[in-house]
């Protein structure tokens, strides 16, 4: 969490802000009459300024999704630093239950690469490779065996199949709890409906959205003496919005929002593109 503001991975923001849209429910099942190719380019920016871009492709065939991303720095960030990074999952669909089977990511940076890779068994992580090992610190939460058990990788859920019972932009599409593990932290989001809204990014999306608040709860594999960390998890100003993909009765992240030491940091999606094949 603590890298978000200007000089951190952007895959690894964007595959936190993909976890606000995690399912950990059971529902009517229905996947195999989905068939849906997602594309989608979003940017980070910060007090106006784009500090990267993150290139979005989604597929879901069936009770089988792989969704992958590709970010980096950009233009006079990309300058100051150069970073970066990727992240691949891939799974099945248990109805609506987005349910990963291996998870990729990593960054480089000047200074520091990183590395993760997780596969599941179930909801538990069952292998779990990290480069480098966070190191000991004795203000860091340790990670315990029962934290990597009935989670969900954040990246693996930045689409969000609904149930048909279930409206595309009601308040039943905010209102949950996830537990999130990406590799080194473990952390809970809480959503709840705030409202609707209507967006144009020009070659993105127009039209309504479902605006939910979001509150980042740490649980493990965080410094707990981390003054990011701890606005995070006591800021209400954590926002975000979904799009709908009637063609799979889904919700897909359009923008999120949240508070850094230098101000309001958003990614938006600038171009969204849903098709069929």
């Known amino acids: 969490m603590r890298g978000l503001p200007a000089t951190s991975s952007l895959i690894r923001a964007c595959?936190?802000?993909?976890?606000f849209f995690a399912l950990p429910g059971n529902q009517l099942a229905y996947a195999e009459d989905r068939n849906v190719l997602i594309e989608a380019r979003y940017e980070a920016r910060l007090l106006n300024m784009t500090l990267g871009v993150v290139f979005f492709a989604g597929k879901i065939e069936g009770n089988e999704f792989a969704f992958s991303a590709k970010a980096g720095t950009h233009g006079l960030t990309r300058v100051l630093i150069d970073?970066?990074?990727e992240a691949v999952s891939i799974g099945t669909l248990e109805g609506t239950t987005l349910r990963p089977e291996t998870h990729r990511y990593a960054y480089t940076a000047p200074k520091k690469n990183y590395s993760a890779y997780m596969a599941?068994?179930?909801?538990?992580i069952?292998?779990?490779e990290v480069d480098p090992i966070p190191k000991k610190k004795k203000a860091r939460i340790p990670v315990l065996d029962k934290h990597r058990k009935g989670v969900i990788d954040a990246f693996s859920a930045i689409v969000y199949p609904l149930s048909r019972e279930v409206e595309l932009l009601s308040p039943?599409?905010?209102d949950r709890e996830i537990p999130i593990f990406d590799g080194r932290e473990r952390y809970d989001v809480k959503l709840e409906y705030k409202g609707l809204d209507r967006v144009d990014t020009g070659n993105g999306y127009r039209g309504p959205v479902l605006v939910c608040r979001a509150r980042y709860i740490p649980i493990a594999g965080h410094r707990n003496d981390d003054e990011w960390t701890a606005q995070l998890s006591t800021t209400k100003e954590i926002e975000v919005r979904a799009?709908?993909?009637?063609?799979a009765h889904a919700l897909i992240l359009q923008e999120i929002r949240a508070p850094t030491p230098l101000g309001i940091a958003a990614v938006t999606a600038k171009t969204l593109k849903v098709s069929q094949p």
């Open 83 to 85: 970073i970066d990074g």
């Open 172 to 174: 039943a599409a905010c």
């Open 120 to 124: 599941f068994d179930g909801t538990d």
């Open 126 to 128: 069952a292998k779990l």
């Open 15 to 19: 595959a936190l802000f993909a976890g």
């Open 243 to 247: 799009a709908p993909v009637p063609e």
